[in-house]
């Protein structure tokens, strides 16, 4: 399970406040939905934590701050898959989680996040 907090959450694209000092903390047993009308940062938001977006503020995963954490244990822990994607093949997000599970054993990044 991940714990993720954010403190002070600050993005903004060309000027343009998208996020601003957003306080949110999702505990690890909760699920959250992100419900809102276009452009209002659901996806923006969804970008910082997954570190594809730079924002100012603080975002934990687990009461470590995500700067501090690298790229692969980010990538074991949490998964990021895109609305629309330029792939040729249509697949479903269960394909698209099986295929990154193979690419990360692969890898050899570590064991397996799949249980029986």
Do not use: W
Request: charged fraction near 25%; aromatic fraction near 4%; glycine fraction near 12%.
């Amino acid at each position: 399970m991940v714990n993720i907090t954010i403190k002070g959450l600050k993005f903004g694209y060309n000027g343009s406040k998208i996020l601003d000092d957003l306080d949110l903390e999702i505990g690890d047993s909760e699920v959250l939905g992100l419900v809102g009308p276009n452009g209002s940062g659901k996806t923006t938001l969804i970008k910082c934590i997954d570190r594809i977006l730079k924002p100012k503020g603080s975002i934990l995963l687990d009461r470590k701050e995500l700067e501090s954490i690298g790229r692969k244990e980010i990538a074991r822990r949490l998964g990021y898959v895109p609305q629309s994607s330029s792939t040729p093949l249509a697949t479903t997000v269960f394909d698209t989680v099986l295929m990154q599970e193979a690419a990360y054993r692969l890898a050899g990044l570590g064991q397996s996040t799949t249980h029986d």
